[in-house]
């Protein structure tokens, strides 16, 4: 049996499901580990079953044993991982796609709706009976006609975009490259991401984060945006300069914002506690118990096929 160091706890039947294919190191406690302590218990292990909170940058790789040959993350992203300094170990690193896309691509609908409709303001005046009904009460923005800008049309951006259509939102997006027409179903293509912004009544974040995305939201291209776009990211953190943005919801260039995911989590910004149109959430795109059992149960694959047969399909680099 092949020895696997599970970095974070999984849901029960996941690791039922690890122990009888693996000599697995659990960690019942979920205790978040330091990169230190990651690299100290991965000696005489084959594998490591990571999670996004685990940060596998080039330093820490280069000090995992040799006998680790798959690092296999439990997320679609990989952010966390530097896949050139895995590969040159000759280490495979794998992520969990397809699995979570609906669930997240929930998350980032509810993000929209919670945004546009002040969704943050009605809890907080719900709660404190702070409220009447009246004509002019917490009108927000409906997203019917509206032009929703997706940047990363990908798996969980399509999903977001069909959503979106049946709520009469016309659907605008920038990719690297365009989509065959099928899986356009109608969205329009823009080559640049300031074409894009200049259409976004609602920006949609939905790449993943890399070299090329950190901060591709910023004091600039935030310029590029309508005057009073709402902005949502349900992608990383990373891809928003968080400094840009509140400043942009201060001046009022941006209306509400709409967000899951942050750099430095779960220490976010706190900028965007003290503004009530920030509608946000703490990480919780994949979080239901279909899509955590899914994603844990094909990271627990991945490393079954690897071991296997010397690949995998959801390998990364
Ligand atoms: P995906 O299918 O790979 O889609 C990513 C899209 O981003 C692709 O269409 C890609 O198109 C585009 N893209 C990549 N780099 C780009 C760039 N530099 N400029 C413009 N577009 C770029 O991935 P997915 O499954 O939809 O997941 C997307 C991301 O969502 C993940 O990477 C992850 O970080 C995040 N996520 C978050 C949660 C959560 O809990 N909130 C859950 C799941 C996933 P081109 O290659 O043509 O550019």
Same mark, same amino acid.
């Given at each position: 049996m092949k020895k %696997?160091?599970?970095?974070? #706890?999984?849901l029960r039947e996941c690791e039922d499901k690890a122990a009888k294919i693996f000599e697995a190191s659990f960690n019942s406690n979920d205790e978040l580990y330091s990169q230190s302590k990651v690299i100290e218990m991965s000696k005489g292990y084959d594998g490591i079953l990571t999670s996004l909170t685990d940060k596998m940058d080039a330093e820490t790789i280069n000090k995992l044993p040799d006998t680790i040959k798959i690092l296999s993350n439990f997320a679609v992203g +990989?952010?966390?991982?530097?896949?050139?300094? $895995?590969?040159?170990?000759?280490i495979a690193v794998t992520n969990t796609p397809d699995v979570l896309t609906d669930a997240t691509a929930e998350i980032g609908i509810l993000l929209i709706l919670g945004a546009c409709r002040r969704a943050h303001e009605g809890i907080l005046d $719900?709660?404190?009976?702070?409220?009447?009904?009246? =004509?002019d009460y917490l009108i927000g923005k409906q997203l019917t006609g509206s032009?929703?800008?997706?940047?990363?049309m990908g798996r969980i951006g399509q999903k977001i975009a069909k959503i979106?259509?049946?709520?009469?939102?016309?659907?605008?997006?920038?990719?690297?490259? #365009?989509?065959?027409n099928e899986k356009e179903d109608g969205a329009i293509y823009h080559d640049n991401l300031k074409d894009?912004?200049?259409?976004?009544?609602?920006?949609s974040v939905c790449c993943p984060a890399s070299k090329e995305t950190i901060d591709m939201i910023n004091k600039d291209t935030i310029e590029y945006l309508p005057k009073g776009a709402v902005v949502t990211n349900v992608a990383r953190g990373d891809i928003i300069d968080d400094e840009a943005l509140i400043d942009a919801l201060d001046r009022r260039k941006v209306?509400?914002?709409?967000?899951?995911?942050?750099?430095?989590? /779960?220490?976010?910004? /706190?900028?965007?506690? #003290?503004? #009530?149109?920030? +509608? %946000?959430? /703490?990480?919780?795109?994949? =979080?239901?118990?279909?899509?955590?059992? =899914?994603? $844990?149960?094909?990271?627990i694959d991945n490393i079954d096929e690897f071991f296997k047969t010397g690949n995998c399909t959801n390998k990364v680099n």
């Open positions: %696997i160091l599970i970095t974070r #706890k999984l +990989f952010g966390n991982i530097d896949l050139e300094a $895995a590969k040159k170990r000759g $719900a709660k404190e009976s702070n409220w009447k009904w009246s =004509a032009r929703l800008g997706i940047l990363g979106a259509k049946s709520l009469g939102m016309i659907i605008h997006y920038h990719n690297r490259s #365009k989509l065959s894009l912004l200049s259409v976004s009544d609602v920006l209306y509400a914002v709409g967000l899951d995911v942050y750099k430095n989590e /779960p220490n976010l910004n /706190p900028g965007y506690l #003290k503004h #009530k149109s920030a +509608f %946000i959430l /703490p990480h919780l795109g994949s =979080a239901t118990k279909e899509t955590r059992t =899914a994603m $844990a149960n094909l990271a």
